[in-house]
T-cell receptor
Framework: DVKVTQSSRYLVKRTGEKVFLECVQDMDHENMFWYRQDPGLGLRLIYFSYDVKMKEKGDIPEGYSVSREKKERFSLILESASTNQTSMYLCASKGALEGAKNIQYFGAGTRLSVL | RKEVEQDPGPFNVPEGATVAFNCTYS??????FFWYRQDCRKEPKLLMS???SGNEDGRFTAQLNRASQYISLLIRDSKLSDSATYLCVVNRHTNKLIFGTGTLLAVQP
């Protein structure tokens, strides 16, 4: 079974703090993704990575950065947290061999509140 | 206009009922299609892929109509455990999935 682990289920931070969300997968997947999920807006892609040290912007990258130093780990960074970044953050991974199946496996999510 | 549109529901149905959800997508270049299921406060999980010829997995049937750009999911003999949000998902290209906002199904005893 694929396991995608997010370091925290719940986080509370203050405006202006630097926030790190960590994600680890154990299936040697090449591709990893960060989404946020908000009511009425669904899942929106923030950033993804198709290899170590490689990254691409998703649909809403503003205010976020990412780091992929090791294949199994993909970090999402909020340089200066703002209240509009309060959301559920979901990490996902996908193997390169999935091809057209395009199955993404998700972590349990981190619910971030920025006060 | 959203790239993937779904009726948010809720669909309240009795156990044993048949229920169908539709989803429309706007990008005619979309290549592959999926239904994911998301339980309350849990992560999304793949329910089934959707193929042009239609496909079935037990009580679940998925259909794709490329000409009209819509996807459907039919659930027969609904169970209480089917209660969840069903996400319609379309891929824009290899690494990008576009998620609908989901349809909430509540199966009543």
């Amino acid at each position: 079974d694929v396991k995608v682990t997010q370091s925290s289920r719940y986080l509370v931070k203050r405006t202006g703090e630097k926030v790190f969300l960590e994600c680890v997968q154990d299936m040697d997947h090449e591709n990893m993704f960060w989404y946020r999920q908000d009511p009425g807006l669904g899942l929106r892609l923030i950033y993804f990575s198709y290899d170590v040290k490689m990254k691409e912007k998703g649909d809403i990258p503003e205010g976020y950065s990412v780091s992929r130093e090791k294949k199994e780990r993909f970090s999402l960074i909020l340089e200066s947290a703002s209240t509009n970044q309060t959301s559920m953050y979901l990490c996902a991974s996908k193997g390169a061999l999935e091809g057209a199946k395009n199955i993404q496996y998700f972590g349990a999510g981190t619910r971030l509140s920025v006060l | 206009r959203k790239e993937v549109e779904q009726d948010p529901g809720p669909f309240n149905v009795p156990e044993g009922a048949t229920v169908a959800f539709n989803c429309t997508y706007s990008n005619s270049a979309s290549q592959s299609f999926f239904w994911y299921r998301q339980d309350c406060r849990k992560e999304p999980k793949l329910l089934m892929s959707v193929y042009s010829s239609g496909n079935e997995d037990g009580r679940f049937t998925a259909q794709l109509n490329r000409a009209s750009q819509y996807i459907s999911l039919l659930i027969r003999d609904s169970k209480l455990s089917d209660s969840a949000t069903y996400l319609c998902v379309v891929n824009r290209h290899t690494n990008k999935l576009i998620f609908g906002t989901g349809t909430l199904l509540a199966v009543q005893p």
